[in-house]
């Protein structure tokens, strides 16, 4: 038994790095990432609405080997969501309204590596799911030309989830020792659109991990 445990003491730091992985990964959008339309209100009037995600998600991310060159990832991507609505009836009286959301995204993949010396291709594929989480709305009102003072309203309403399939391929390079560098293009197809200018996400991700 005193042996047994010497090994796994011996031998756990060299295997971790090669069983299990941590890191960051962040990326930038490459599919359309606003939108706009025209919003109607019966006795607030109407006007341009407009969706924005920031050019940017980034979170941690865990993978563990499996057998046969299979890994197992899991990921959770912050973004960040701006939408503007106006409604007018008239040009000297109207109302703006501007929220800001929070999803998070939670890719669950399953990695293939294809081995190479220096460097490793890998395909992979999944199911992903997110939460977007309402922040804050502050309503800005117009009469007879003069801007009155802003209402800001806190509010937590039930989260919005949404679900989707996702796949993308990449390389896994390593580099001083143990550092993975792992560069990715990643699409997503999403069950809905709901505060996203499209279901068809395509984004790129680089990972650092160890």
Same mark, same amino acid.
Request: hydrophobic share 40%.
């Given at each position: 038994?005193?042996?047994?445990?010497?090994?796994?003491?011996?031998?756990?730091?060299?295997?971790?790095?090669?069983?299990?992985?941590?890191?960051?990964?962040?990326?930038?959008?490459?599919?359309?990432?606003?939108?706009?339309?025209?919003?109607?209100?019966?006795?607030?009037?109407?006007?341009?609405?407009?969706?924005?995600?920031?050019?940017?998600?980034?979170?941690?991310?865990?993978?563990? *080997? +499996?057998?046969? #060159?299979? $890994?197992?990832?899991?990921?959770? =991507?912050? !973004?960040?969501?701006?939408? %503007?609505?106006?409604?007018?009836?008239?040009?000297?009286?109207?109302?703006?309204?501007?929220?800001?959301?929070?999803?998070?995204?939670?890719?669950?993949?399953?990695?293939?590596?294809?081995?190479?010396?220096?460097?490793?291709?890998?395909?992979?594929?999944?199911?992903?799911?997110?939460?977007?989480?309402?922040?804050?709305?502050?309503?800005?009102?117009?009469?007879?030309?003069?801007?009155?003072?802003?209402?800001?309203?806190?509010?937590?309403?039930?989260?919005?989830?949404?679900?989707?399939? *996702? +796949?993308?391929? #990449?390389? $896994?390079?390593?580099?001083?020792? =143990?550092? !993975?560098?792992?560069?990715? %293009?990643?699409?997503?197809?999403?069950?809905?659109?709901?505060?996203?200018?499209?279901?068809?996400?395509?984004?790129?991700?680089?990972?650092?991990?160890?």
């Amino acid at each position: 038994m005193r042996n047994c445990i010497l090994l796994i003491v011996f031998f756990c730091p060299h295997a971790y790095p090669q069983l299990f992985s941590v890191g960051v990964k962040g990326g930038t959008p490459l599919s359309e990432s606003t939108s706009s339309g025209m919003v109607w209100n019966h006795t607030l009037g109407g006007g341009l609405s407009t969706l924005d995600i920031r050019r940017y998600t980034v979170g941690p991310t865990f993978e563990v *080997a +499996l057998p046969f #060159g299979l $890994r197992f990832e899991a990921d959770a =991507l912050y !973004k960040r969501l701006d939408v %503007i609505e106006h409604y007018f009836l008239a040009p000297c009286c109207g109302m703006i309204t501007r929220t800001t959301a929070n999803p998070w995204e939670f890719p669950l993949l399953l990695k293939y590596s294809f081995r190479r010396r220096r460097f490793h291709p890998f395909a992979d594929a999944g199911g992903t799911f997110r939460r977007i989480e309402s922040d804050d709305e502050r309503i800005e009102n117009f009469f007879d030309g003069q801007a009155l003072p802003y209402v800001i309203r806190y509010h937590i309403n039930s989260p919005l989830i949404q679900g989707g399939m *996702a +796949l993308g391929g #990449g390389v $896994r390079l390593k580099v001083a020792g =143990l550092l !993975k560098i792992t560069p990715e %293009i990643r699409y997503t197809r999403w069950t809905s659109r709901d505060l996203f200018p499209t279901r068809n996400q395509v984004e790129l991700l680089l990972g650092l991990g160890l």
